[in-house]
Structures are given as C-alpha cells and as structure tokens.
C-alpha cells in the first residue's frame, strides 16, 4: 500500500519530537511522502497585545532546527531583554517567558492577523523562512481557546499548565469558540486524500482531544479510506514528558497504554483508531486491544533521537499497511 500522503496530527513537544522522525524516515526514501501536519492550537492566547500559538511554534521551530531541545519550547540562543522591560511594565504574565527571538516570531504573526490574513495563512508565511520539508495547518483558524475548569474558577490552559504547574486540580477542560469553529482551509482535504494518518504521541486530552473536537475533524477521520494509526504518550503507566497524566485523571481516563488507546476508540466501534503502538513494557495491551478491534503492536517508544524515533514512524507506517491489507 501507498504511504505517500501521510496526514499527522500533533501537539506540541512530543508531536514536533515525533513529525521530526518522520521526516528523517521519509527523507530516506527515493520518493518521499508528503506529510501534512494538523496542529493543535487550543493553547493559543492573546498576550502583551500579540497572538501565541505555543504548539504551532513548537513544531515550526523543531522542524526548522531553531528550537531549544532542552526546553522542548521557544528559540536556541534566546535572550529576555524585551521581556525584563514587558515584566517592568506589568504587563503580559511574568512567569510566562517571551523570549526576544520567539516575540519576533509573535510580532510577524499578529502583523499578519492584522492585515486580515486568517491563521494558515500566517503559519505558510512564517514557514516559508525555513524548509520545513512538511505542511504545517492549524486546526482551525478561529480562536479556539482550551481553558481548565477549578474550583477556583476557569484559567486559561497555559495559566494552568505554566503557573500552576498543573497542580490546581483540573475538574474538566472547555474549548471556547469550538462550537463555530470549522476546520482550517485545506485540513479536511488533507485527510480524506491520506494514505495514512497518525496521531502523534501527544496529549490526549488537550492536544489530540482539541484537534478532534474541531467540527468536521472527526467526520473526516471517520470517513478517510486511509488507516489510522496512533502512537502511545504513556510508557509503562506515565507520561514520557509534560502533564498529560494529570489532563488523563481530570477525564478519568487512567495513565495507561491500552487505556489511551480504548479512550480514542476502535474505528470499528464509531472511535479513532485502527491501529495503536505501544512499547515493549506494555505489550501486555496488546491482545486486548487487538480484541477490542485496535490492531496494536509493541515496539520500542523512546524518542532519544530523529535515529530511533525514524524507527518508531517505519512501526507505525508498517502497522498501517498490515491494517490496510
Ligand atoms: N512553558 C513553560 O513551562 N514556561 C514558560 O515560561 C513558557 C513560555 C512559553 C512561551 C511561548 C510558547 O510558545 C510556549 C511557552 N511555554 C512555556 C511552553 C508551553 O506551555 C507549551 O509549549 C505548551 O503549551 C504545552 O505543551
């Protein structure tokens, strides 16, 4: 089967470590696929008067090389002049770091929206500075905004994440403006002419949960011939990096392989997946998700680097096929 047409969808860190394999895996064949990126854009803010798109920033930054792979978010080399005077000044949040190449990148952006250019638009200009070797869309163009339900009253999803650390206990998570919102120009399309989709190790919950619950996402995840594949963010019972676990106990979903697999559903049974990759230390999911109609595999999940995580995309492309035939 054609793995030429390969639709991802990602969030930030994790998504941008995967679609970084996956194109080192493409680049290594006579004639590459063409991947197509759905990102997520629920943790998008307006903040010192400038639009931020953390995991749009996260994969264009990775996939231009210009990233801080330590961090796993904003610029290599960065500097926090600009953001010493935005603190001076009280405005903006603080202990949400704006660095001074990164407000570069915020500044072009909320240029653009203002002169009127929608979202996917801004991202295929600001891309175009670096060959990226993928399509980068939002998820939508409208401002679809994830905010955390607390007893405190509702934050903003990086209020949570970022300030609290995710230690104020989240009782739900809402998408303002979902219930308008439409696909991004060019995101349906991308999903129904796929060959394969694969939905990347990110956060269920506020990462791939966000994309899917953008109208029209989900009838085309259900209507595309392609297979769909995702890979597992939970190895061995925890989170590989970030907080997915804590966003897991708020849906009561519990932090475990099969059970993020079960949650997004067998495509079979009206859910996401036809195909699910665990790592070795939960091969133990295996058959039961394979009974539960999820054809899932054990392989190795670690992303040290684009060498193994290539490895990792060539499982999930090869589950697909083995799906497909
Ligand atoms: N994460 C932090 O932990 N601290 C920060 O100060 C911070 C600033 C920041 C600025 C721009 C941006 O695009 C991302 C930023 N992030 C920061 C990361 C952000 O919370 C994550 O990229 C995602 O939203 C969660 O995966």
Known sequence: MATDRIVVLAGGVGGAKFVRGLRTLARRTSSPAAITVVANTGDDLWLAGLRVTPDLDSLMYALAGVNDDERGWGRAGESLRVSAELTAYGVGWPWFTLGDLDLGTHIARSA?????????????????????????????????????????GELHFEEWWVRTRAAVPALGFVQHGVETATAAPGVREAIMEADVVLVAPSNPVVSIGTILGIPGIRAALRETSAPVVGVSPVIGGSVVRGMGDVCLTAIGV????????????????????????????????VDPLTAAGIAARAVPLWMT????????????????????E
């Open 305 to 324: 680097d684009d060498e193994t995580t290539a490895r990792m995309a060539a499982a999930a492309l090869s589950l697909a096929r083995s799906v497909r």
């Open 254 to 285: 519990a932090t475990d392989a099969g059970a993020v697999a079960l949650h997004y559903g067998a495509r079979p049974a009206a859910g996401l997946l036809d195909g699910w990759l665990v790592d070795d230390v939960d091969a133990a999911t």
């Open 112 to 152: 653009l929206l203002k002169e009127g250019l929608p979202l996917s638009a801004v991202v295929e200009r600001l891309t175009a500075r670096w060959p990226l070797g993928v399509r980068l869309l939002p998820a939508t163009d409208q401002e679809v905004e994830t905010h955390v339900v607390t007893a405190e």
